[in-house]
């Protein structure tokens, strides 16, 4: 009986030894064999991708030749990383030939349109002023001048389906130049705030988007900018103790969220540059708005001070001052005016719930992704993957209210999605907020342009905080970000990219990486398909 029992145990602990050596221990065995082919974890230099022949040496499609090249060229001055980063391949391939169609405004369709505004304005003027004469009011004359050439038309102009502008686009250098110094002849509320007209629920946990203190400046060549002044310093974080939805909205983050989104060659960020604006004499001096001018006045510093009318109301944020009248903030160029170039606001699926307590779905289903692909407009082209691009954009400035987002309705379905109001990100540098990359850890997608960027933005003879370092070092407001923040960025980099290689581990690469180096075709519904890499 002892002997059977012995027998029985001996075959029990046989098979059990046979189903762990087989299911465990046999993968195992296979994914250290096949470790030269696939992820390796040793770091990112060595992140490989088979059929692209490795992210160290991307193989770039050619449009010119129709061959795989994988080269790069010599930087193109010396010691600049910036330099050699847009001097390689992958900032260098071939833009598709843009037809009507593609462009977001015609030369002519444009002019038209702002010789009407420019009468106005002018018809305006004459009325303000005649009325200011007939009330003994002082009125600052501004000469104010329509420049066909100017900068920020010539960036309307270039507007097309793929981006807010082109790689080598000189307009958007210059643009940049011209809002530093361009003279202010008006300043006003954004719309958001003329909107809300001062009103005020304080019971809200959010507030509407009027609440955040930010004032639309008019140029002497009729061109729009967007101010937001400074409201936190540069080596301050935000409280721990703040809901993202109540976190400072930071104009060094609108700076910075421009050259990051250049640097990683999405270009959907409009352009941003940091001033000094004199808030007497380029603001309380121009503004023809007698809302604005009640909010203005001097501190018992002797500084020049104003706030958002409902702000005060509420007592939930306190006034901006200058020193005494320098006050520093970001200027944002406009995009064109909604009525020649109409978009449209779309809440994003992965919306936070903006409560204190409350939660959204994909917060806790994991497999939420699977539900929004039945979706659409994600259920085909590329709408999905803009928005992975987006969180992984999200996620590296750590900008957590990203409710909605825009399109411009002339590109339809295939358009690309604007990176607008990006000024709460860079609060925490100390913090890496995970949940931002859901996007992309759900639904384990990724364009193959943008895997490649990422990657070499990973290597050291690049490297994004080198890279963004420089690149700031051409605004007038710098430091933009401090050196905590910068170095954030290579932290969170790494995730992004580990996050990418838990998913080829668990699906394959055929069915994470999408290829969307694809030449464009002269149909407009097909000028961004993308193609699955089989």
Sequence with gaps: MMRRDRLVLAATLTAIFSA???????????????????????????????????????????????????????????????????????????PPVLGPEERLLQTEQLMEYYRKKVSRWERHMKMYSEAAAMSNISVTEQEVTFDPNASWLKFHLGISRYALYSRDDPAIPQLVKDMQSMAVVSADYTQDEKALKGACDCTQVVKPSGHHLKLALKMQNYAKAMFKPMRQQRDEETPEDFFYFVDFQRHNAEIAAFHLDRILDFRRVPPVVGRLVNVTGEVLQVTHNEDLRAVF?????NNTCFFAKCLYVCKTEYAVCGGPDLLEGSLSAYLPSLSIAPRISIPNPWIRSYSFTGR???????????????????????????????????????????????????????????????????GKHSQDEMSILAPLSQCCMIKSSTLLRLQLLAKPEFRLSHVMRESLEGDPLQPVLSEPHLLALDRRLQKVLRAVQRCIRRLGEDEVITRDFIKSTARPETATAVERVR
């Design 20 to 94: 762990d050596l087989y299911f465990i221990l046999l993968p195992k065995l296979r994914s250290v064999g096949q470790g030269s082919e696939h992820f390796c974890q040793c770091g990112p230099n060595n992140l490989t991708l088979p059929m692209h022949g490795g992210l160290a040496t991307p193989q770039l499609y050619n449009f010119t030749s129709g061959q795989l090249d994988g080269t790069t060229p010599e930087p193109a001055d010396g010691g600049s990383k910036l330099g050699r980063l847009f001097a390689h391949p992958l900032y260098n391939i071939q």
């Design 297 to 301: 006045f001097t501190s018992p510093a």
């Design 360 to 426: 959204e779905e994909w917060e806790v289903n994991p497999f939420y992704c699977d539900n929004i692909k039945q979706l659409y407009p994600y259920n085909s082209g590329n709408r999905l993957l803009n928005i992975i691009d987006m969180s992984i954009f999200d996620f590296l400035t750590s900008n957590m209210d990203r409710h909605h987002y825009e399109i411009f309705t002339k590109f339809g379905d295939e358009g690309f999605l604007l990176h607008l109001d990006n000024a709460r990100g860079f």
